[in-house]
């Protein structure tokens, strides 16, 4: 009997210890549902980019900007696809609108020390790419957490007052092939710019995991 309670104390211990293992890898339920809500002020973050200088949301708010967030990993293939040369969702929707006061940030999640979020590379990456805007570094998850960021690409729109309108996928294609007939986060843009709420304002983002310690 005792040989048997030893056995099963053993047991639960190695099962707690690999929930935690996993916890600490990846955004938890829980986690997930006290981040930021649509309909909801969105939380404000100052982040750093790849050449060192800092960028905080709510100046960009402030100044009448909707802001465009996505999250970035330059080796997910869910995210490839957005910026291939057939492609290249991403940077010509920025074209499409650069004469609107919208501002795009992509941000790295990716703990330190993961070559995802190394900053050599992301900056080829940005060259390769045309990416022209600002990636920025989440080494810690703070701001990913804070969002409830789980995939890349996980896209959210804010309006100028600050407020989040829109959280999930890019499009209505969840597989690495190719971009879907549907893209939901220009739809946000153009109901937003116009002053409409938005019409599909949620649903489930696609891509590979973020790289959270």
């Known amino acids: 009997m005792t040989t048997m309670k030893s056995r099963l104390t053993a047991g639960l211990a190695c099962l707690a210890a690999g929930i935690t293992m996993i916890g600490a890898g990846a955004m938890t339920e829980s986690a997930a549902d006290k981040a930021a809500q649509v309909g909801a002020k969105a939380p404000d973050f100052t982040l750093t980019d790849l050449d060192g200088n800092k960028h905080t949301m709510s100046e960009f708010t402030a100044q009448g900007n909707i802001v465009v967030l996505e999250w970035f990993n330059p080796t997910c293939p869910f995210v490839k696809k957005h910026y ?19 501002v795009w940030l992509r941000i790295n999640s990716a703990y330190a020390g993961n070559s995802t979020g190394d900053v050599d590379f992301n900056k080829q990456t940005a060259k390769d790419w045309g990416i022209t805007t600002p ?62 709420a938005v019409t599909n304002a949620e649903n489930k983002p696609y891509g590979c995991g973020v790289k959270y310690n």
């Open 84 to 102: 291939r040369e057939d492609t290249m969702t991403m940077v010509n929707m920025q074209k499409d609108y650069k004469d609107q006061d919208i």
């Open 135 to 196: 990636i920025l570094l989440d080494p810690e998850g703070t701001v990913g957490r804070a969002y409830g960021a789980k995939r890349t690409p996980e896209m959210y729109v804010i309006d100028s007052s600050g407020t989040l309108v829109y959280h999930g996928a890019i499009d209505n294609r969840p597989d690495a092939a190719a971009p879907g007939d549907v893209n939901y986060v220009k739809n946000a843009i153009d109901e937003t710019l116009a002053g409409k």
